[in-house]
């Protein structure tokens, strides 16, 4: 560590915590319990917690935890998924997977913010057991060896850290709140593409007419130029759905990958749990062979989070079976795909999607009402001069989402900086007439003594009261 400002030393965490209290809840008790799922690593607080009753807790129900009290999670500590408990949860019950440390004559904001640090978080990681669920030790943590500034500095870096940390996090706020609006300029330049608007201009003196076709329950009407065609899809293009292969077909490895439902994503093709079909099987059926830039749609759950699972098959893959409840699109006029591929996405179209899908548990579209819903369908060249501008726009939407990213980098640096700063000693003046940290480490070690004598005597007087009840009960 570098040189301590004048009046701070250096210390373990546990030279200032008190060790946490355990105790097994009562079956008829109610009470909150925090575990690691509570915690959100991002805003580093306590969201969630469970309302249960003590016959029904789990065994690592176990750690008391009172109001400024620090939990940090063992499991996963690279993660760090810590907290400071509020008044709401004062004397509540969390988990054996939560270190409690319980700060004693410190800010406990202070304490907060060192376990925050990426300085923490990195030594603790280092010291992790398990690969498979890495985790550390209460004495990785207490003995961590943290800078502690006298008292009243300790208050006003809290103090400060407070005000700079809430300007950081609005900054934070306003750019979490850019890709939702990145996400609606995307739909308004599909709704644009496929209503014609986008190529207004192009066509320049085009009239309108309005078409009031009943595409969907809920009435759906567009402006759609008067020279496009309005068509069923399944007259605009062949749509073959995939075979149903059986089970014992398919095998984990071999030459012809099965074209399954979890493949077929928004705009991306997963390869996932892929199983094959033996190579001979491309002969059998031709017809469901699928060829890399084929464009695929998943007819169970089509549509997750407001998208239509539509996306192209990844070149320099090998040929492939369509396996039942997916399909593939054939046009006669290959660049008619890059547009049919926005116009799936489009709100007239996944309204058509859903309205005809099966109310089941898993909905599924079927390939005769597929062919059915209404598309409308401009030339081919006014196609390519809207995939070409929807090209533009969204690369526009790309380098803004590019950059967003790198500012939040830049914002989760600025964090970690101004943390480091604090730990110098450079975010606040320092005042030669403060109590040295030495002094303030002095007492610390008087009161835990003394707090650690009282629950001695409380658990031994505890501990008579029921041998005395277990000698009168006989």
Do not use: H
């Amino acid at each position: 560590m570098n040189e301590l400002p004048k009046g701070w030393v250096e210390t373990s965490i546990e030279s200032f915590c008190l060790k946490p209290e355990q105790r097994t809840p009562s079956e008829d008790e109610f009470f909150n319990y925090v575990d690691i799922g509570s915690v959100c690593r991002e805003s580093k607080e306590i969201e969630i917690t469970d309302k249960i009753l003590g016959c029904d807790a789990p065994s690592r129900a176990r750690k008391v935890i009172n109001e400024n009290d620090i939990i940090v999670s063992m499991t996963r500590p690279n993660l760090n998924a810590v907290a400071k408990v509020g008044k709401v949860l004062n004397n509540q019950i969390a988990s054996t997977g939560f270190d409690v440390l319980k700060p004693v004559m410190v800010e406990p904001n202070w304490l907060f913010s060192i376990v925050k640090s990426k300085k923490f978080i990195s030594a603790i990681s280092e010291e992790t057991i398990g690969a498979l669920y890495p985790a550390c030790k209460t004495s990785d943590i207490r003995s961590y060896a943290a800078p502690l500034p006298p008292l009243k500095e300790q208050k006003r870096i809290v103090e400060k850290l407070d005000d700079v940390l809430a300007q950081v996090d609005a900054i934070k706020g306003r750019l979490d709140s850019i890709p939702a609006i990145i996400k609606r300029f995307r739909q308004s330049v599909l709704a644009s593409a496929v209503s014609g608007k986008l190529t207004e201009e192009w066509r320049k003196e085009t009239k309108y007419e309005k078409y009031d076709l009943k595409l969907s329950k809920r009435n759906s009407s567009l402006n759609i130029p008067k020279n496009w065609a309005v068509k069923r899809i399944g007259d605009a293009c062949k749509i073959i759905s995939g075979n149903a292969f059986k089970s014992k077909e398919l095998k984990d490895e071999g030459e012809v990958p099965v074209i399954k439902i979890s493949n077929v994503q928004y705009g991306k093709f997963e390869v996932k749990n892929q199983q094959y079909l033996a190579l001979s099987y491309l002969s059998n059926y031709e017809s469901y062979s699928v060829k890399e830039d084929d464009l695929l749609m998943a007819l169970t759950r089509p549509i997750t989070n407001g998208s239509l699972k539509v996306c192209r098959y990844p070149e320099k893959s090998n040929t492939g079976l369509l396996n039942q409840r997916v399909c593939k699109f054939e046009f006669n006029n290959e660049d008619e795909k890059d547009f049919y591929e926005l116009l799936f996405q489009s709100s007239y179209f996944k309204e058509q999607v859903e309205d005809n899908l099966s109310e089941t548990l898993q909905p599924n579209l079927s390939p005769k009402d597929l062919k059915q819903l209404i598309v409308y369908i401009p030339s081919t060249q006014e196609q390519k001069e809207i995939v070409r501008l929807v090209d533009e726009y969204f690369a526009f939407a790309d380098t803004i989402e590019a950059q967003v990213n790198k500012a939040r980098t830049r914002v989760d640096n600025l964090t970690q900086s101004i943390l480091a700063k604090a730990f110098r000693g450079e975010l606040v003046p320092q005042d030669d007439n403060d109590e040295p940290a030495e002094k303030l480490l002095e007492r610390i070690a008087q009161a835990k003594a003394e707090a650690e004598a009282l629950a001695k005597a409380v658990k031994k007087a505890e501990a008579g009261k029921k041998r005395a009840a277990k000698t009168i009960s006989k």
